[in-house]
C-alpha cells in the first residue's frame, strides 16, 4: 500500500466515519410552500441549505478532504405540480468537468452573471440564472468554511490550497484533485445521483504534466495524492442512494481516442489503473476504452486490476461504439468523446442530457407470450417469431408513451454550471441547455428469450419431440410434472454462448426487432431519439415473477428455456444461468453476432473468470489476449469478474470474515456482505470459468 494510506483505508472500510453522519437529511418542504418558490428555486434553496448545514470534516494529515455529514435530500414539488406529471431528475448524466475546473466556481458565477444581463427578457432564463448564482455562492461559502476550519487547524497546507479552489482554478494537480472533490459532492448535494467522473485521465491529465515538467512533484507523489482522493470517495458510498449499497455510479472513463481522432492514452492512464489496483476499494469504478490497436501492455496492466476482483475495468471497444454513436445522430467530435453513465450506458460529458435507462424490455416475456399463444393457436414458428417482434414493438411504446405523458422535467440549478453551455445559452440542463435529449432502454433477458425460441424450434417444429399441447401444459405448470423435458431443455437444446447459428441468429433477430421498435420513434417527446441497449441492470430479478411490487415491466414466469418461473434471468449479455457452456471465446462469438451499429445504449458480455486463472504473470497475458479477441471480434462493451464460488459461499454464511470481499453485481460493484440474499444468490450462480 502506497505509504501512510493503509490506516485511513482501514477507517473507511471499518465504517467509522460513519460516525460523522447527522442523520437525516435537510427538509426544506416547509419554507418554500411558506414563501412560494417554484420547482427551480426550490432545487437552489436545497443545495444552500444543504451547504449551510454540512459539517466541515477534517481528519488529522488529510490531504484531499470533504465528507458528506447529511444523508441524501430531495427536493419539495410545489402543490400546484400534478405528481403523475413529473419527468426524470437529472441522474446517470455526466458533468464537463475539464471545463468546469478551467473556469473555477467563481468563473462560473461570472458566466451567469453575464448571461443574465444578456437574457434579461426572459423571466425563465433570469429565473434559472438567479438559482445558478444561489448554488454557486453557496458552494464558494461552504468550500470557505474548509479553509476558515483548515486556518483554525494550522493547516496552512490546506489554507493555500482552500484558498484558491474550488472558486477559482487549479494551479496543480493537488488542486485539481480537492476542486474536483468539491465539485461532484455539490452535485450529489443538489439532490442529483449517480454522478460520474467522464475521461478523469483526458482533464487531470494536463494539470499532472504541468507539474511533473516543473519539478513541483512527481509519479510517486502523485500517485499518493490520487489513492487519497480514491479512498475520499469510498467515504460517501452510504449516502448516496442506489438500489443497493455501492450502486452509486461512481464511474470514471480511461484510454480511448481525443475528439480529434489521436490517441488520448497519457501517463495518467497507466497510474490510474496502478493505484485503483493498490488501493483495492469499490469506488472509483473504473472503464477503458479499447480497440483493435490497444497496445497488449496496457491490457496486462488492466488485467492486473481485474485480478484484484474488484470487477473492473469494464472495457468499451471505440471501434464499434464510436460508428455507432454517429449513426444516432451524435457529432463525429462527441462520439469521439464519450463516456459512461453510472453503469454502461454511452453518454458525452457536459452535452448530453439523455436518460439511458428509462425502463427494460422484456425479452422473455416478449417471446413467452409470443410462444404461449402460438402453441395455442396452432402458430407457426415463424408466425411465432413475428408475434415476439410485435409484442417488442408494443412494449417499447408503452414505455415512451409513458415518459411522453410526464411533462414537468425537474430542473437541476447547479448541476447545470458545470455542463457545458447551459449558463451561457441561459437554460438549465434539463430544459433546453443540453445537446441531446435521447432515450435508453435496457434489452434483459436476451439469452434466456432466444434460448427459448431455439427450443421451441428445435423440440416442437424440427424434431417434434414434444407436442404443443405438452409443451404449453410444462409452462403453465412451471415444469412440475415435466423434469424429464425440463432437463432436455436445458442440456440437450441449442444454447446463447456456444456460438452456435441455431440459436445466436434469433438472438441478432430479436435485437433487430428491438432496433426496429426504437427507431420507429421519430420523437421521444423531447426532440430525440431511442436508443436500445443490451443491459440488465437490476431487471435479471425484477423482471421475474419473484419480484414484490409493481411495475410497468411485464413479469414473466416459466420460459421454455426450462427456467424456472422464480429463477434469475441472464445477466445483461451473459449466457443463462445452468447452461452448459464451451468457454468464454465462444461466448464473444456468440454476441458478436449482433448489430451494434443499431443496439448503442451500452450493456456489456459479463464473464466470470475464477481466480485460479490468475495463478501466473502469464496467466494475466492471456486474459489481455481475450480483450483483444473481444475488440477484434467487434463487440461493443465487456467486463470481467474474478470469483470464487467457495469463497462466495462461505461469505454467504461467515459474513464478519469477508467484510471486504468484492464483487461485480452489474454495472458496479459491491461488498458481497452488503448484498441482499437475492443479489448474493444471482452472484453465486454465474458461470464460472477456470484456467
Not at 69 to 83: A, D, G, W, Y
Not at 221 to 227: D, G, H
Not at 379 to 399: H, K, P, R, T, W
Request: glycine share 8%; charged share 25%.
Amino acid at each position: 500500500m502506497i505509504l501512510g494510506l493503509e490506516e485511513r483505508k482501514e477507517w473507511v472500510l471499518a465504517g467509522e466515519h460513519k460516525a460523522l453522519r447527522q442523520g437525516r437529511g435537510v427538509d426544506v418542504a416547509v419554507e418554500c410552500k411558506r414563501e412560494g418558490l417554484s420547482l427551480m428555486r426550490s432545487w437552489a434553496r436545497l443545495t444552500r441549505r444543504m451547504c449551510e448545514q454540512e459539517h466541515v470534516v477534517i481528519q488529522p494529515g488529510d490531504r484531499i478532504i470533504f465528507a458528506r455529514t447529511l444523508m441524501h435530500s430531495f427536493c419539495p414539488v410545489p402543490e400546484n405540480i400534478p405528481r403523475d406529471t413529473i419527468g426524470s431528475g437529472v441522474d446517470n448524466v455526466c458533468a464537463d468537468w475539464g471545463m468546469a475546473l478551467s473556469f473555477g466556481l467563481k468563473g462560473r458565477r461570472d458566466v451567469a452573471v453575464e448571461s443574465k444581463a444578456k437574457y434579461s427578457d426572459d423571466a425563465e432564463s433570469v429565473e434559472f440564472l438567479d438559482s445558478a448564482i444561489e448554488v454557486l455562492d453557496a458552494m464558494i461559502d461552504f468550500a470557505a468554511r474548509y479553509r476558515d476550519t483548515a486556518k483554525e487547524l494550522g493547516r496552512d497546507d490546506l489554507v493555500e490550497i482552500l484558498s484558491q479552489v474550488p472558486a477559482g482554478k487549479p494551479r496543480s494537480f493537488h488542486e485539481a484533485l480537492q476542486s474536483l472533490r468539491f465539485m461532484q459532492a455539490g452535485v450529489w448535494m443538489n439532490g442529483n445521483g449517480h454522478v460520474g467522473f467522464g475521461r478523469f485521465d483526458q482533464y487531470m491529465w494536463p494539470y499532472l504534466e504541468a507539474d511533473l515538467n516543473s519539478g513541483r512533484t512527481d509519479m510517486d507523489e502523485a500517485a499518493a495524492l490520487l489513492a487519497e482522493f480514491f479512498i475520499s470517495l469510498n467515504m460517501d458510498s452510504d449516502v448516496h442512494p442506489g438500489v443497493q449499497q455501492g450502486d452509486n455510479g461512481q464511474s470514471l472513463m480511461l484510454g480511448g481516442m481525443k475528439p480529434d481522432g489521436s490517441t488520448a492514452v497519457n501517463p495518467l492512464t497507466w497510474l490510474v489503473l496502478k493505484v485503483s489496483e493498490e488501493v483495492n476499494m469499490i469506488d472509483p469504478k473504473i472503464n477503458l476504452r479499447v480497440s483493435k490497436d490497444t497496445p497488449l501492455d496496457l491490457l496486462v496492466e488492466a488485467s492486473r486490476l481485474t485480478r484484484r476482483g474488484l470487477g473492473f475495468p469494464q472495457y468499451s471497444n471505440d471501434d464499434v461504439v464510436i460508428p455507432a454513436l454517429i449513426s444516432h445522430g451524435y457529432s463525429v467530435e462527441d462520439a469521439r468523446n464519450y463516456t459512461v453513465a453510472a453503469c454502461w450506458e454511452f453518454i458525452i460529458p457536459g452535452k448530453g442530457m439523455d436518460v439511458p435507462n428509462i425502463n427494460a424490455l422484456s425479452f422473455p416475456a416478449a417471446v413467452d407470450k409470443a410462444i404461449r399463444d402460438g402453441l395455442k393457436n396452432g402458430s407457426s414458428f415463424d408466425e411465432i417469431l413475428d408475434m415476439a417482434g410485435c409484442n417488442i414493438l408494443d412494449q417499447v411504446n408503452m414505455y415512451v408513451d409513458d415518459k411522453k405523458r410526464k411533462t414537468n422535467w425537474a430542473p437541476a440549478p447547479y448541476y447545470s454550471c458545470v455542463m457545458t453551455n447551459c449558463l451561457e445559452k441561459g437554460k438549465d440542463m434539463n430544459h433546453g441547455g443540453a445537446e441531446y435529449y435521447n432515450y435508453g432502454i435496457h434489452g434483459s433477458g436476451s439469452s434466456n428469450a432466444a434460448d427459448a425460441l431455439a427450443a421451441v424450434k428445435h423440440l416442437v417444429f424440427d424434431t417434434k419431440q414434444v407436442s404443443p399441447d405438452r409443451f404449453l401444459a410444462a409452462l403453465q405448470t412451471d415444469y412440475a410434472d415435466e423434469p424429464t423435458l425440463r432437463e432436455t431443455l436445458l442440456q440437450e437444446c441449442p444454447k446463447v454462448g456456444n456460438n452456435d447459428d441455431r440459436v445466436d441468429m434469433l438472438l441478432v433477430k430479436l435485437f433487430e426487432y428491438f432496433a426496429d421498435a426504437c427507431e420507429s420513434i421519430k420523437d421521444n417527446g423531447r426532440g430525440g431519439i431511442v436508443r436500445p441497449g443490451t443491459g440488465s441492470a437490476m431487471y435479471y430479478i425484477w423482471l421475474t415473477s419473484a419480484r414484490s411490487f409493481d411495475m410497468l415491466e411485464p413479469a414473466v414466469g416459466a420460459t421454455a428455456d426450462g427456467r424456472h418461473a422464480t429463477d434469475f434471468l441472464s445477466c445483461s449479455l451473459a449466457p443463462a444461468s445452468g447452461v452448459p457452456i464451451n468457454g468464454p471465446l465462444s461466448v464473444l462469438q456468440s454476441f458478436s453476432k449482433i448489430d451494434y451499429q443499431r443496439i448503442c445504449n451500452g450493456g456489456p458480455i459479463t464473464i466470470e473468470l475464477s481466480d485460479t486463472v490468475f495463478r501466473s504473470e502469464d496467466a494475466l497475458t492471456k486474459v489481455a489476449m481475450l480483450v483483444q479477441a473481444f475488440a477484434n471480434l467487434g463487440c461493443h462493451q465487456m467486463q470481467l469478474n474474478t470469483l470464487n464460488p467457495e469463497t462466495l459461499l462461505d461469505a454467504r454464511e461467515h459474513p464478519e470474515k469477508h467484510r471486504n470481499l468484492i464483487v461485480r453485481v452489474w454495472g458496479w460493484s459491491g461488498y458481497f456482505c452488503e448484498l441482499t440474499p437475492e443479489y448474493q444468490e444471482h452472484i453465486i450462480s454465474r458461470h464460472v470459468y477456470t484456467a
